[in-house]
């Protein structure tokens, strides 16, 4: 059978059992299994590629960064961020959903995780807005457009796993990540300024309420400072900085703000290596399938298509890129996403002269926004169920944001030297800088 209507075949058996509501992960490897069963491809290679998948060091990092999140979010640690956040910006117009975006942007440098975020704010601010007349479909609009965040910021999951798989710079991912996220945080909030309901805005805190709110959320807010800090200087990979972000918080943060939470900390690793799982078994399914349509030239026939369209133009490569993703994204979660199409990124990114870091960028950057569009949008699926509101009325709510999202990802495309910036002055090796040989300072391509 050729190739062609192979790949045609495990296309349409993966997205029917997804729409059957099949997990992601064993959808997947039902298109892998009847991949192989049409070709010449043997059960025990398909086994092989599900242990590769797995078998990648940097992938360590993403149960850290999960039991961060997990060790913040069940000891309350959380409330202390939640009130610096509410000192900051909760005299503005929009009140809570204003805090709900500055909190996210705290947050989503200690956890990574999206599904994380969701989790932490619709329980520790969810409740307060409903009580203060915010509806539940701009809630779980809200919510979950602030969530995606996490995954831009480092230490971002997303990052990690592009990063792990695409054998890019995960530290560069990091850094140029920032203004992105940074885009997104600060769209968010003039959005709820101008067009969001006005909410019950607080009486502006006074110095001294900000700098002891500051102070009473000083350990938690270390936590970026030893990730990033760490990386940076280079002392230690993402996956100890993860290692030294949990120690942190179990032999300081917990002992000194919530001393009873001690006694619960075999239970929140025992939940954060259960929750680790579900990536893992969708990154080692992915991996196969990857694998599957690298091997039957599905990846060439893409690629050849794009750039049959956009010749070498890098900006329409990825332009087209990001409405290909666009639309994977709406059925696929990000994980996997990006380990299934990786080699057809590979491919695009030579063919355009296109920085990796800068693709990697604007791919999870989609992705993210992937996140709250339908049918699938999982981070808004969260919000509306943590929420108490149908996914269709959040949804609604969510459609005005999406320019956001829209006007960052063409910011992303069309200004890589602003995306690209603080990598480049940081960390320069990760995005293909290299020393002058004059010996001074670094040389980075255009």
Known sequence: MSAPVVLALMSICFLSFGYLGVPVPFSLMAGVFIGAILSDVSLAAIIQKIFDGVDSEALLAIPFFLLVGELMSSANVVVRIANLSVSLVG????????????????????????????????????????????????????????????????????????GAVGNVSIAG???????????????????????????????????????????????????????????????????????????????????????????KIPYDFCLAGLIFSLPLITIGAANAFGWMLAYLRGASYIADMITSIAGNDPHLIMLLMVLLFTVVGDFIEPVPTIIIFMPLVNALTEAGDINAVHMGVVLIATLAFGLITPPYGLVLLMASKFVGISFAKALRAALPIYVVFLATIAFAIYFPSVVLWLPQKVLPESVGCFKSPAGTGYICPK
């Not at 704010?121 to 602030?146: D, H, N, T, V």
């Open 91 to 162: 005299h503005i117009r929009g009140g809570l959903s204003q805090v709900v975006v500055v909190f996210s942007m705290f947050f989503s440098e200690m956890s990574g995780s999206t599904t994380a975020d969701v989790a932490v704010m619709s329980r520790a601010l969810g409740g307060p807005m409903k009580r203060e007349g915010y509806e539940p479909a701009f809630i779980a609009a809200i919510i979950a457009s602030a969530s995606t965040i996490a995954a831009l910021v480092p230490p971002s999951i997303t990052a990690v796993v592009y």
């Open 173 to 263: 991912l990091f850094m140029a990540g920032v203004v992105p996220g940074l885009m997104i945080g600060f769209g968010l909030m003039i959005y709820c300024y101008f067009f969001g309901p006005s909410g019950l805005r607080k009486p502006r805190a006074p110095l001294r309420q900000v700098v002891f709110a500051a102070g009473d959320a000083a350990l938690p807010l270390m936590i970026p400072v030893i990730l990033l800090g760490g990386i940076l200087t280079g002392w230690f990979t993402p996956t100890e900085a993860g290692v030294v972000a949990v120690v942190w918080i179990v032999v300081v943060v917990i002992p000194a703000l919530n001393r009873g939470h001690i006694k």
